[in-house]
Structure formats: C-alpha cells, structure tokens
C-alpha cells in the first residue's frame, strides 16, 4: 500500500497554528464560561472549526437501558429529534451508544462502514453492517449525518461523558489529536456547570411559565399550548425559553426534565 506522502514545513506550521489558536480559544472561553448556555455557544464554535455539524453531549446510561432526556447535557440537535429518540427509546439500540460502553478510545461512525476505527490512520473496522436501523437511520436522514467521531472521558465525579459529533461531509475525515484534548479539557468545565445548575435554581418561574412548562410536559406543542392557555405561540414560546433560561437548560426537552427531577411540576 502506498504510504501517504510527507507533509511539507508550510503544513507542518498551519497544523501548529491551528493547535495554537484552538487551544487559545477555548482557553479564553473556559474562564468565562458560568452557564451551560455559554459552554454551548463554545461547543458550536469547536465544531464549526472543525467541519462538524451537530453535537451531543451526555452520561451513557447502564447497560441495556435507553438513554433518557436528564442524561443530555448539551445538544444542538433539532428538538424534535431529541423528543423522539427519547420517547421512542430509539437510544436503546443506537451503535455509538452500544460501543461507548466497550471501549473508552475515540472511534468513528459512518453512514456505509458502521462502526469503525478509521479516526486516526490504519484503523481497523469494527462493524461493516452496512443497514440502518433505529437511531442510525434517524441521524442519517433527519440530519443528514454522513460519519460522526465519538470522544469519551471520565470527569471528577467519575461519571463518563461522551460527545459524538456528526458531520453532513461526504468526505470522511480523521478525528483532530487536539480536539480530543480540547474536548476533554471542556468536559470537567462542563460538568461543574451541570452540578452547579443541580444546586442553584436560579430565579423562581412565574404562574405563566409554570403553565406553559407543565403543557410542554404534557407533550404539546407551542401552538396547542398557545391555544388552551389563550395565548398567542409567541408568546408561549417567550415563556418557554424563559424557562430554559431560568433552569440553565437549552431546550425545552431538558428543562421539563429538570422541573419535573426538582418537583416543580408533575
């Protein structure tokens, strides 16, 4: 096999400058990061940087279980996705999330190869069963996700966290050294946010908020709330991000989880 040629000094320098600028990015980030809102903002950045699309950020729950919307941590995937993986405990049998629980070393996905270890150069394939099913299949066509690269750590409570970053490329790319350590750097920041939130409520939602949230428990939508509280959706939409910035969560799926955990509602 032909082996790849060398990388010229001009490469060799622009790899270095970007390790350089990302490391000083996020350095800058983390010392000002004092909500989960701001680590997301941070996140997007890195994967924007870095030609990625989407991300997850959550604990894997125990083997055999699906994963629920209180061990979400951080995501920009679109609402309705998260609602019916969540619901639908698509989770249960998502390949990413069943080999999370095999392995604690980065590894990648692909729409054609499954799962694989292709992130770093000579990886070897781990499965090549090439039909979708379940969470994969959901991905791929709500999505759009071509391959996704998936990093785990464990954090100072000792609680795994992975983040699996999906990408709409046609072209498969390696998974960057540095932004496995970046990434790993962010999640104990991360985590003390979300043990932070867990102690510190914030301010109190009022009468309003509280209705809106316990109908987006309920499981309508902004429009139907709309119509039973004889609101308009603007509105209702106000009082549900106002929720979300009250509880530190960034959709509505978490914050009803959160005030459903501190008994806010039912």
């Keep these: 096999m032909e082996k790849p040629a060398l990388k010229t000094l ?8 970007l390790c ?3 490391y000083d990015i996020i350095s800058k980030k983390l010392q000002s990061l004092t909500t989960l809102s701001d680590a997301f903002s941070c996140v997007s950045d890195m994967c924007t940087r870095y030609g990625y ?9 125990e083997v055999s279980c699906s994963m629920a919307a209180e061990d979400i941590l951080l995501t920009n995937l679109p609402l309705y ?12 049998d998502w390949s990413i999330l069943a080999h999370v629980n095999n392995t604690s070393a980065p590894f990648a996905w692909s729409k054609l190869r499954g799962i694989h270890f292709d992130s770093f150069p000579h ?6 069963d090439n039909e979708l099913g379940g969470a994969d299949a959901m991905f791929a066509s709500e999505i759009e996700a071509q391959f996704a690269h998936c990093i785990q750590t464990p954090t100072r409570t ?3 966290t992975f983040i699996t970053l999906f990408s709409e490329s046609q072209n498969v790319f390696d998974l960057e050294f540095e932004l496995v350590v970046l990434f790993q ?14 102690r510190d409520t914030g301010s109190e939602l009022n009468k309003r908020e509280l209705e809106c949230l316990n109908w987006a428990a309920a499981g309508k939508t902004s429009g139907e709330i709309a119509v039973i509280v004889s609101l308009s959706e603007h509105t209702v ?21 959160r005030a459903i955990r501190m008994r806010v509602i039912k």
């Design 81 to 92: 996705l998260v609602d019916d993986l969540v619901s639908l405990e698509l989770f249960g």
């Design 237 to 257: 939409n106000h009082y549900l991000n106002s929720c979300c910035k009250k509880l530190d969560c960034v959709n509505r799926t978490q914050a009803v989880a």
């Design 20 to 22: 350089d600028s990302s």
């Design 53 to 61: 699309s989407h991300f997850l950020i959550a604990h894997p729950p």
């Design 10 to 17: 001009q490469q060799v320098r622009d790899t270095a400058e």
């Design 185 to 198: 750097k962010i999640f104990n920041q991360i985590e003390t946010l979300a043990l932070k939130r867990g």
């Design 158 to 160: 000792q609680k795994r």
């Design 123 to 128: 990886g070897e394939v781990y499965d090549d």
